[in-house]
């Protein structure tokens, strides 16, 4: 069965639930807008399910499974797991459900509050991760080694006037000093559709299946790709932990960020597969905020 095949509907998932998990197939479910890699339903008032879709292994579920129980006791955890069957060959997930918009749908009015609630996040997850655990598939390292990368997405997006101050930002991150710590957990897809919003401020962060150890300018870059703008110096301030070369390498990182939000917002409009239109004007704003620095 290939993934062109697999219709993913309340049907499929509430056999799939009286399959494995038949005491929780009785509630209500109802599909949410929007993912990528995976597709969400929420089950009751309280759960969700994470049906995988886009993601051609399963090795991002599966990471999420091993580590996120050991990463942070203290967040929303996997409640069930769904394993392939001969209904659905892939991995699937019942989550508890965070209640909320994603900010690519919403916007952050409490624009401090946000930034200490994301600085505590961070500072939290931040710590030094064990020798056995996940690297980057694509990130993580330097921005020097994603140059290619940026120079790719930035002709494919920015216009000409807007080219020299963005190589600019990525030019001072590419100088700046590498990440002298050993490597701490990153949650690595802090972008508008991974963090909830509810009552105007951050309320949580989802999909931590590209989490890994590495350099936390990487997350640290969110401090323009998600918060308003003017608010970045004090989300550094509340972090308190980077120096100013993560800054430079995060700043950089975050517009590398944002010309991916712009590119998939590019590929939307043209209707292509993965596009996603309304991704557009939020990089644009993400890189306003980026070339208007701290």
């Known amino acids: 069965m290939t993934d062109a095949e697999i219709e993913i509907s ?21 599909e949410v807008a929007g993912g990528w890699g995976n597709q969400m339903w929420r089950l009751g008032d309280e759960l969700a399910v994470r049906m995988q879709r886009m993601d051609p292994t399963p090795e991002l579920q599966l990471k999420e499974r091993r580590w996120l129980p050991v990463l942070a006791p203290r967040l929303p955890l996997p409640v069930r ?4 069957s001969e209904r659905f060959p892939k991995h699937w997930t019942v989550m508890t459900w965070v209640p909320g918009d994603p900010l690519d749908h919403s916007m952050i009015t409490r624009g401090t509050h ?7 996040f961070l500072r939290a997850l931040h710590v030094a991760a064990p020798d056995d655990a996940p690297i980057g598939r694509d990130r993580g390292a330097h921005p020097g080694n994603y140059t290619d990368r940026f120079e790719t997405v930035l002709q494919a997006v920015v216009p000409d ?3 020299v101050d963005v190589r600019s930002v990525w030019d001072a991150a590419v100088a700046a000093d590498e990440w002298e710590g050993p490597p701490v957990w990153v949650h690595g897809d802090l972008h508008p559709a991974n963090v909830v919003v509810s009552d105007g401020t951050l ?7 590209d989490m890994f150890a590495g350099d936390p300018a990487w997350d640290l870059a969110a401090a323009w790709v998600l918060l308003p703008a003017g ?3 004090r989300f550094f301030d509340m972090y308190a932990h980077a120096n100013e070369a993560a800054i430079r390498r995060a700043r950089g990182l975050a517009a590398l960020k944002s010309l991916f939000l712009m590119l998939m917002g590019q590929n939307g409009d043209r209707g292509l597969p993965g596009g996603k239109p309304h991704w557009g004007p939020v990089g644009q704003a993400s890189l306003d905020r980026v070339l208007n620095g701290v």
């Open 10 to 30: 309340a049907d499929l998932v509430r056999d799939l639930l009286r399959e494995q998990h038949p005491d929780l197939a009785g509630l209500a479910i109802r």
């Open 81 to 84: 797991f769904g394993e392939p």
């Open 114 to 120: 946000s930034a200490d609630t994301l600085a505590g």
């Open 161 to 163: 006037d807007m080219a």
């Open 203 to 209: 309320s949580g962060i989802v999909d931590f299946g």
């Open 231 to 233: 608010t970045a110096a």
